[in-house]
């Protein structure tokens, strides 16, 4: 077994190397000759949100993420105005309709503000859709080639749960802002410092008995291994509980987590995310920092609202004998609300943004890992019943 050391086009541009890619989303070896869907990692995720102008400014200005590219009517788009916003690693394309008619305004009127597209860089498209369409995939875009002055793009885009797809894009002809029709744009924004440099995973809401569906998918269609299981007594209080599989490609730049929910006194979180969401979708992106104290102050400074934690959390003496030495004192993951767990490999910090959006669908997670592999299972009660908390506010509980 090798560690490949691909890096994508965004991950060369952030000058992050594989040493420092491995610790922010643990990394690992990985024979990329046997794969046969492979894939280098993320590319970008796509939005569609009800006013992208607006948007744009938000995750300039709260989230520190810089405008690079921009494709509108100006730029010969009657259909949409897209904005393109990258963090370190992380690049997001926000949609938001111009044409009343337009498909970005039917994604949205159905889903809310969310994503629409998981795109991901491949070294050759068309070996991976030839290799989905054999395995039943539905191609929903056939392999073609985009160009302009700067190059050649050629990209395709599968379907998976829901209305999500993943469209493939191999950059590897094309020296642009970001794909042809898309032109190179900045802003005079004064953008926040930046607090998140790359993506750890994405997670995924299915409907009920669905999950392993999805599983098989991203098995069969693209190459994907386990990575982790958690059943009901793993994600479980004392009202509702839910099932998850985490699938990831093989060296885990790219890690699937799939929720299904499981039957409860109560709803579930995933429950109330598949009505508000009207169907399966993204539930949330886990951002990775390297200073995720100073991510939270820096965020919360700015506006933003985090599940609170219960003290009981941090006075817990299992907890305390499980977690051992951390970097920081627990006086100061208490006092900002951060969770941490630990498993065989190291440990890790996180914390979850309340909803993004309007609806209660799409939030954020931000991660630091120390040597962790995982996605804090200790962590799922106090979690979840943060989350029932604010469904019960919201009277979905």
């Known amino acids: 077994m090798t560690m490949d050391n691909t890096l994508t086009s965004q991950e060369r541009l952030a000058e992050l190397d594989a040493e420092q890619l491995s610790r922010l989303v643990g990394l690992v070896e990985y024979d990329a000759g046997s794969d046969p869907f492979p894939v280098t990692g993320w590319d970008a995720v796509v939005w569609a949100v009800g006013n992208a102008t607006q948007a744009a400014h938000f995750y300039q200005v709260v989230y520190g993420m810089e405008l690079v590219a921009y494709s509108g009517p100006e730029t010969g788009n009657r259909d949409h105005q897209a904005y393109v916003l990258r963090s370190g690693a992380v690049r997001f394309e926000l949609?938001?309709?111009?044409?009343?008619?337009?498909?970005?305004?039917?994604?949205?009127?159905?889903?809310?503000?969310?994503?629409?597209?998981?795109?991901?860089?491949?070294?050759?498209v068309d070996r991976c859709v030839a290799h989905a369409r054999a395995q039943g995939a539905s191609v929903l875009v056939e392999p073609h080639d985009l160009s302009d002055e700067h190059g050649t793009v050629r990209t395709a885009a599968i379907a998976?749960?829901?209305?999500?797809r993943h469209t493939l894009v191999d950059r590897s002809r094309y020296s642009g802002p970001y794909l042809p029709g898309y032109v190179a744009r900045s802003s005079t924004v004064e953008r926040g410092k930046r607090v998140f440099q790359a993506l750890d995973h994405v997670?995924?809401?299915?409907?009920?008995?669905r999950m392993d569906t999805w599983v098989d998918f991203y098995h069969r269609i693209m190459g994907f291994t386990d990575m982790a299981e958690f059943v009901g007594s793993d994600i479980a209080t004392e009202y509702s509980a839910l099932m998850s599989k985490v699938v990831a490609s093989g060296n885990h730049r790219v890690k699937f987590p799939l929720n299904e929910p499981s039957i409860g006194k109560k709803r579930s979180q995933i429950d109330e995310f598949l009505d508000f969401h009207?169907?399966?979708?993204?539930?949330?992106?886990?951002l990775?920092?390297?200073?995720?104290?100073?991510?939270?102050?820096?965020?919360?400074?700015r506006g933003v609202t985090f599940l609170p934690t219960?003290?009981?959390?941090?006075t817990d003496p299992a907890l305390r004998a499980r977690i051992g030495e951390v970097r920081v004192p627990i006086e100061e993951l208490e006092s900002r609300g951060i969770l941490v767990d630990r498993d065989e490999d190291g440990y890790l910090l996180q914390i979850f943004?309340?909803?993004?959006?309007?609806?209660?669908?799409?939030?954020?997670?931000?991660?630091?890992?120390?040597?962790?592999?995982?996605?804090?299972?200790?962590?799922?009660?106090?979690?979840?019943?943060?989350?029932?908390?604010?469904?019960?506010?919201?009277?979905?509980?």
């Open 95 to 124: 949609r938001g309709a111009v044409d009343p008619a337009s498909p970005v305004a039917d994604q949205h009127r159905r889903h809310g503000d969310g994503v629409v597209d998981v795109a991901l860089e491949v070294p050759d």
């Open 160 to 164: 998976t749960y829901g209305e999500t």
């Open 288 to 301: 990775a920092t390297n200073d995720i104290l100073t991510t939270v102050d820096t965020l919360r400074a």
């Open 203 to 209: 997670v995924g809401n299915v409907e009920m008995g």
């Open 353 to 397: 943004t309340a909803p993004v959006g309007d609806r209660p669908t799409v939030f954020f997670e931000f991660i630091e890992r120390h040597g962790s592999l995982g996605f804090g299972i200790g962590n799922f009660k106090a979690l979840f019943e943060a989350i029932e908390r604010e469904q019960a506010r919201r009277g979905n509980f």
């Open 278 to 286: 009207a169907g399966p979708g993204v539930q949330h992106l886990a």
């Open 310 to 314: 219960p003290s009981s959390y941090y």
